[in-house]
């Protein structure tokens, strides 16, 4: 997985400019727009379900799969699972043949696992990013995620700190835990983990 | 009413022809923006056969005005565009944000002061696509 902050609104020229602003109030005007690489398409799908942010994903309609085994996400969990290699592997076999047998890419994809890599341009503004950190680099977030979240905070973090200080889960964000029974319980760990 | 471009995201068309030829090609999205950004006429060339009705391709920056308005004016921009984020400086100054996609579609439904004045304000940071616009008002 790779994340990288390609473009962002320049925070300090509106901060100056609009003095009467606090950051919360600029927030919404600010953009901030990742190259999100090499991540599942697993995690895809949970990273737009952010529905207030835009995306640009590579297309299994235009670009044909290629060596599906050396482009999968594999979590750690099946690190030594041979059930998912056979099974990526039947995958591969399937999409090449369906391919080479003149179906669509659009349809040959259809037999692709979830843990088939993806890469896409994901543009958020300040608002959003915030609620973005604050659900995914919770404790509870799922693994694959949560690292992404994490990657992408750090960077916005280098790159204006000012902004990003205060950004994190949201149990470091509110001082509590908003997430009621399903809190992990160790709050005072994580809120530690993100302080600057 | 006046309206003012008083920052943007970097390098909007280079952003935009990235997001084209991310769906298109098996490149890496900062592979491709790094290569854009030493060749403006490669980018030129990609925003020049854009599809602008696929609109994701322009979402991937923000530009931010100062506007000068009345209430009235700003309320039937806020009704007219649901994709421009507006914040009340004082009595006539707001501050708007939003990315391309929102001009572009505010500017093919609606002709109005305003919609001239984004069109416009453009020019400098999306050459391309102001070209567009310029086309669809003739």
Redesign the interface.
């Known amino acids: 997985m790779?994340a990288?902050l390609?473009?962002?609104?320049?925070y300090e020229?509106?901060r100056d400019?609009?003095s009467?602003?606090d950051l919360r109030?600029l927030l919404?005007?600010?953009?901030y727009?990742f190259?999100?690489?090499?991540i599942s398409r697993a995690c895809s799908h949970q990273l737009i379900r952010h529905r207030v942010a835009?995306?640009?994903?590579?297309?299994q309609r235009?670009?044909?799969v290629k060596r599906l085994n050396e482009r999968v996400v594999k979590p750690p969990t099946v690190d030594q699972s041979e059930t998912f290699d056979e099974l990526v592997r039947k995958a591969s076999e399937a999409y090449q043949k369906l391919v080479e047998s003149g179906v669509p890419r659009e349809d040959a994809r259809f037999v692709l696992p979830n843990a088939t890599e993806t890469?896409?341009?994901m543009?958020m503004?300040g608002a959003a990013l915030f609620h973005f950190f604050g659900l995914r680099c919770c404790n509870r977030a799922q693994w694959e995620i949560r690292r992404l979240a994490d990657a992408m905070l750090t960077q916005c973090r280098d790159t204006e700190p000012e902004v990003f200080e205060n950004a994190g889960p949201y149990c470091y964000m509110l001082g509590r835990c908003p997430e009621g029974r399903f809190t992990c319980g160790d709050m005072a760990e994580a809120v530690e983990r993100y302080k600057p | 009413m006046k309206l003012e471009l008083v920052a943007h995201t970097p390098n909007v068309e280079t952003m935009i022809a990235t997001s084209m030829l991310t769906t298109t090609s098996g490149a890496q999205p900062s592979t491709l923006h790094d290569r854009l950004l030493t060749k403006p006429e490669k980018v030129r060339e990609v925003v020049g056969r854009a599809e602008v009705q696929h609109g994701n391709i322009l979402e991937h920056n923000r530009l931010v005005w100062i506007l000068e308005a009345t209430s009235d004016e700003v309320l039937e921009a806020t009704l007219d565009t649901s994709f421009l984020t507006f914040t009340r400086l004082d009595e006539t100054r707001w501050l708007v944000s939003g990315n391309l996609r929102a001009v572009v579609e505010y500017a093919q439904n609606r002709k109005t002061p305003l919609t001239d004045a984004l069109v416009a304000s453009v020019k400098g940071v999306a050459p391309g696509i102001h070209r567009f616009l310029e086309d669809i008002k003739r």
């Open positions: 790779n990288r390609l473009a962002h609104t320049p020229e509106l400019g609009f009467e602003l109030q919404p005007h600010l953009a727009t190259a999100v690489e090499k835009s995306f640009s994903q590579q297309s235009y670009i044909t890469s896409l341009l543009t503004d």
